[in-house]
């Protein structure tokens, strides 16, 4: 076992180099210099070849890909001339190809990212494509959510076995193609990639695995909001609200996952999508309109699917209840705040119960908050030198004026006060963050010239 | 968790899985092509007279999608379901068949519970209206064709499903209320043969 410590590329280029100097100041010896290189090992020594090899991983993927459905196009063609038996051997020929080409991987390559998720890939493919060649020989009919769901089941353990992202990124796909036009909770089969994406998660942490996360945290959300529409639940009824709650959900997961320490818009697919979520949805419900919070029909079918449409609301409550607790004096204000917001979920709740019917503090609230968040956030990327963060907490400020500029449910004469009074305190957030900054400059330079 | 998948690349764990997963994969293909045999050795023929379009399917290659006059009726439901019918559209239900006196296939009625003996088939519930009757979609709605004869054999039975004097129907063989369809015809003629004959004499 390797007792060295692991530290980041970038780490051991600054150790080098200061231990070059180290060592020509006379602080210490060259043995002492090479003891304490030997100390350290830089993380993921394969990290430059892990990069080039994903990425070939993808381009051999995406070529198998294509020469897989040209070979089902060139059958297509080609299928009258056929009998119906080698119809049927034809049927059955890519997929034997394609599994014996992983087994061929496991055995040789399946260190190898390109074999893995090309052989993967294909076989993956090769089984719509079998499915689908029968289908058209024997004249089956075409109930596409049976073929779905076959294809899902045939195709998971494909993506344990041969620990595949590409397969994992295509049954996303396939989940999200179920919701979009199937009323059922299909969203449910995420939970089978949970176990993979842990493994991933400690294990493969390349590019494939961000990609694959990124379009999961999506296709995840796309596929609860869009089987809810389908039916009265409670997330079809409060729609942009339960979005809130997810993307805040979203958030405080992908911080406690990948860290609370800002990594990167990349790096944390979670918490970025969770952040253009609550961005975009909060935006929404600080309109004037009672009907973007959520509508009054109560009719609701109550079976299966409501329940856990509701159990979601809560399970969502509590990841976001357990993050705050878990972490709040590590959290900095802004970040407290983008998760305090699910707070208003709580009166859809209640307008549920039917205990609460006025939403205009509310709004009141929902553009207060856009307003101090935002403020936070450009103060935070100041202190911390990030453009990114500067320029997302300066578009959703913007956006927020811009909106209320074009409101008309607000008088002109409202508008006027209370433009005059966010721009006032804008510029004296400013001065004050400027003084604030000028003095721990200066307190700073002092400290170093003691 | 991460140690009960790393235990899932070990070579004793490994390889039964995946030739299982690699069987299950060959076998349900498998089992479909078995079940439409089946179905087409031991079914009962039914006649279905149809009136089609023609989409295009990069997947399936060329098909020609049928309409069938059965499904052009609300159908009623037994008395039993009339009372205890949660309408839910795109549901299966059931759909007893009998003939008329063409002999092409006709719907009786609808019911919920799978019924007894041969003569029903599993279709997808359409509109419902107030008199307890139900629209019904009949699954087996495509006839997969040679990319160059689909054009013509839509452009046949379109011409042809249009005139009284030409019967165009599709032979079913029905089995456990599924459908595998025998061929097209045009009066008696299965339609690839149809389509060559004309394309010959043209």
């Known amino acids: ?450 | 968790m991460t140690n009960i998948i790393k235990k899932l690349y070990q070579k004793n764990v490994w390889l039964p899985l995946v030739l299982l997963v690699f069987a299950i994969q060959l076998l349900v293909p498998g089992y479909m092509i078995f079940e439409q045999q089946q179905t087409l050795q031991y079914g009962e023929l039914y006649k279905f007279k149809v009136r089609p379009i023609d989409p295009y399917d990069p997947f399936r290659g060329r098909y020609v999608v049928l309409s069938f006059e059965a499904e052009q009726n609300h159908i009623p439901l037994i008395e039993q379901d009339k009372d205890n019918y949660n309408y839910k559209r795109h549901a299966w239900v059931y759909a007893n068949l009998s003939r008329n006196e063409k002999g092409y296939a006709v719907f009786d009625s609808v019911t919920i519970k799978k019924p007894e003996g041969n003569n029903y088939i599993r279709v997808k519930s359409g509109y419902y209206s107030v008199n307890k009757k139900l629209r019904v979609h009949i699954p087996f709605d495509r006839y997969y064709a040679p990319e160059h004869k689909a054009l013509a054999i839509e452009a046949n039975v379109q011409r042809r499903s249009r005139n009284n004097d030409d019967e165009v129907y599709v032979a079913v063989k029905i089995r456990n209320g599924k459908g595998t369809i025998e061929d097209l015809f045009i009066n008696d003629t299965p339609i690839l043969e149809f389509v060559e004959l004309e394309q010959e004499s043209n």
Not at chain 1, 177 to 184: A, E, I, N, V, Y
Not at chain 1, 339 to 349: H, K, N, P
Not at chain 1, 402 to 411: M, N, Q, T
Request: charged share 10%; glycine share 6%.
């Open chain 1, 1 to 450: 076992m390797d007792k060295r410590k692991i530290i980041s590329v970038k780490k051991s280029r600054w150790l080098q180099s200061e231990l070059v100097d180290w060592s020509s100041q006379g602080l210490i010896s060259q043995q002492q210099s090479d003891e304490i290189q030997a100390y350290y090992r830089i993380e993921q020594s394969q990290d430059s070849t892990s990069n080039t090899s994903w990425t070939t991983g993808i381009l051999v993927a995406l070529g198998a890909l294509l020469i897989g459905g040209g070979v089902i196009m060139l059958f297509a063609h080609n299928w009258e001339v056929l009998g119906k038996a080698a119809r049927t051997f034809l049927s059955f020929l890519p997929l034997v190809i394609a599994q014996s080409l992983c087994l061929y991987t496991y055995r040789q390559r399946f260190t190898s990212v390109a074999w893995r998720e090309a052989s993967a890939g294909l076989t993956f493919m090769a089984i719509a494509a079998s499915i689908s060649l029968i289908g058209q020989t024997y004249h089956i009919y075409g109930d596409l959510e049976r073929f779905v769901i076959t294809w899902f089941a045939l195709g998971l353990p494909l993506a344990y076995l041969m620990r595949s992202n590409l397969v994992l990124i295509l049954l996303t796909a396939l989940v999200v193609w179920l919701c979009t036009f199937q009323g059922d909770p299909y969203w449910l089969l995420f939970i089978a990639f949970v176990p993979l994406w842990i493994d991933f998660y400690h294990n493969q942490r390349n590019g494939t695995f961000y990609w694959s996360t990124w379009l999961a945290t999506f296709g995840f959300a796309l596929s609860i909001m869009l089987s809810a529409v389908y039916r009265d639940s409670p997330l079809s009824l409060y729609p942009i609200i339960s979005l809130l709650l997810m993307a805040v959900a979203f958030y405080g997961l992908g911080k406690s996952i990948f860290g609370l320490t800002e990594m990167g818009f990349w790096r944390n697919p979670l918490a970025s999508t969770g952040a253009l979520g609550i961005g975009s949805f909060s935006l929404i419900l600080s309109y004037g309109d009672s009907w973007v919070w959520g509508y009054s029909r109560l009719d609701l079918a109550y079976g299966f699917s409501f329940y856990l449409d509701a159990l979601l609301i809560f399970v969502a409550f509590g990841i976001i209840t357990w993050v705050l607790i878990r972490y709040w004096s590590r959290l900095y204000w802004y970040q407290r705040l983008l998760m305090l917001v699910s707070i208003s979920a709580v009166f859809a709740i209640l307008h549920f119960a039917q205990s609460y019917s006025s939403y205009s503090l509310l709004i009141i609230a929902m553009n207060l908050f856009i307003l101090c968040t935002s403020t936070l956030i450009i103060i935070r990327a100041v202190e911390l030198n990030r453009a990114l963060l500067l320029n997302a907490g300066l578009i959703w400020m913007s956006c927020l004026i811009l909106i209320r500029f074009f409101d008309s449910d607000i008088g002109i004469l409202i508008k006027a006060f209370a433009f005059i009074l966010i721009g006032s305190g804008f510029i004296a957030v400013n001065i004050w963050f400027s003084r604030q900054h000028n003095k721990s400059t200066l307190q700073n330079s002092e400290m170093a010239n003691d």
